[in-house]
């Protein structure tokens, strides 16, 4: 069973992957994570907040090495050692805002530049072993044109 770590912030499978925020009907705020409240733009009256998928490419705007462990959604086993991984911040340049996620497998910060374009693809966070078995899945960025 494939079930997403967080529930409604990404949809689609292969190219037809993306992010999902939600947008303002009267500022056109756009918010990711999803803001399904109320407008949190101050100078805003509030309107409704419409799903939107987020652009699939972006800029690199920043990237590491996870040496830590992440706060949630992030799920990881305090018991094992951790696993240092790379993170991007991805500035979307139509949505005016950058968003973090973990480099596709395989991906170091050797192979980033600040400025590169990334594309968003489906990724798998964690396996449950467990009956029934789960992977969690979640989004990874990958620069574009590597891989598959
Ligand atoms: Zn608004």
């Known amino acids: ?3 997403p770590v967080v529930a409604r912030w990404f949809d689609g499978e292969g190219d037809g992957f993306r992010l999902l925020g ?11 994570p999803r803001e399904d409240g109320f407008c949190r733009n101050p100078g805003c009256a509030g309107g ?13 705007w920043s990237y590491t090495d996870g040496r830590y462990r992440p706060p949630a959604p992030y799920v990881s086993d305090p018991e ?4 240092p991984y790379t993170l ?9 805002m950058v968003v973090l996620g973990q480099a596709a497998p395989g991906v170091t ?20 072993p467990g ?18």
Request: with cysteine; aromatic share 8%; proline share 5%.
């Open 88 to 96: 991007i911040a991805v500035e979307l340049a139509a949505e005016r």
């Open 1 to 3: 069973m494939r079930t």
């Open 109 to 128: 910060v050797a192979d980033l530049e600040v400025g590169m374009e990334v594309e968003v693809v489906p990724g798998v966070l964690d396996e449950d």
């Open 22 to 32: 939600t947008r303002c009907a009267s500022c056109a705020a756009v918010f990711f």
């Open 80 to 83: 094992l050692p951790w696993e």
């Open 48 to 60: 409704e907040l419409v799903e939107v998928a987020l652009s699939r490419r972006g800029r690199v």
């Open 131 to 148: 009956e029934p078995s789960t992977t969690w899945t979640t989004w990874h960025w990958r620069p574009v044109g590597v891989g598959a």
